[in-house]
């Protein structure tokens, strides 16, 4: 039987797109909606899919009142949080594909997700050259001392930094910390033009008409560097084949996984 899938999100730029992905599947089915701003419409109508005949709820509860397998949140950064552990709280499995959640909020769904015995996939960017460019990241700070991280997106953007430029200092931090040449807190100056620090890493945020979402990690060594960098297009289709790949892996898991890079089978000799 295919897998009952409700989304959060589901008219947004990449909830539409997943909504699509989703109805072309042989082993999901989209079985709940939600969307504000669409409330009692039908989703195939909204997102031009004919035969989508699923009612769009208002809230994450009414949509939840139908049974469902798995959750999915695309919503916004001050929303995100109380949609899934609500879904957590009904023992529903749950990817988060929405940015803005801070350390405390990842244990916090750790926690609740534990106590409820279900699987949290959360990923700052379903795509899979950004997974790709992680995993090489992560590589290189095995070998290499000092990095910091340029997190580029839309002038719109509300949240800084990222999600995935967030999530990608979080998977380092866990190698190893970048080597302090000199202290930010001796900077003479304004010592936040030094960036924000997180997990031990500097980032700096870029919000510009023009961008979408890019973002590179350049690492310095004496006379040498090393620059790794993703960039994003206008269209959703690339996160649509990481975000399927979590929607079908997170009932494997019980509490937190973060990160796509944490699900993938490498296959590596």
Aim: with cysteine; aromatic share 8%.
């Amino acid at each position: 039987m295919a897998l009952r899938i409700c989304i959060a999100g589901a008219t947004g730029w990449a909830g539409s797109s997943l909504s699509k992905a989703i109805f072309n599947t042989s082993d999901l089915t989209i079985h709940g909606a939600v969307s504000r701003k669409h409330a009692g419409g039908l989703l195939g109508n909204v997102i031009d899919v004919p035969g989508l005949n699923v009612e769009i709820k208002g809230t994450v509860e009414e949509a939840l009142e139908t049974e469902t397998d798995i959750f999915f949140d695309y919503t916004l950064p001050d929303v995100v949080k109380r949609n899934v552990l609500i879904a957590i709280e009904r023992g529903i499995p749950v990817v988060i594909g929405t940015s803005g959640l801070m350390e405390s909020d990842f244990v916090e769904i750790d926690q609740a997700a534990l106590r409820k015995n279900v699987g949290v996939i959360a990923a700052g960017n379903f795509a899979i050259t950004t997974v790709l460019l992680e995993r090489f990241a992560i590589e290189a700070a095995r070998h290499l001392s000092s990095w910091e991280v340029l997190d580029y997106a839309s002038a719109q953007k509300p949240d800084a930094p990222s999600g995935f430029s967030r999530e990608l200092a979080f998977r380092m931090s866990q190698v190893k910390s970048p080597e302090e040449h000199y202290p930010i807190e001796k900077t003479i100056g304004k010592k936040e033009s030094r960036g924000a620090t997180f997990y031990e890493s500097q980032i700096h945020s870029i919000r510009l008409p023009g961008y979408v979402i890019s973002l590179e990690i350049i690492f310095g060594e004496a006379h040498e560097r090393l620059i790794l960098r993703h960039d994003a297009g206008t269209g959703a289709e690339p996160y649509l084949a990481g975000a399927l790949l979590a929607i079908r892996k997170v009932r494997q898991y019980k509490g937190l996984i973060r990160g796509l890079e944490r699900i993938m089978d490498w296959n590596i000799q």
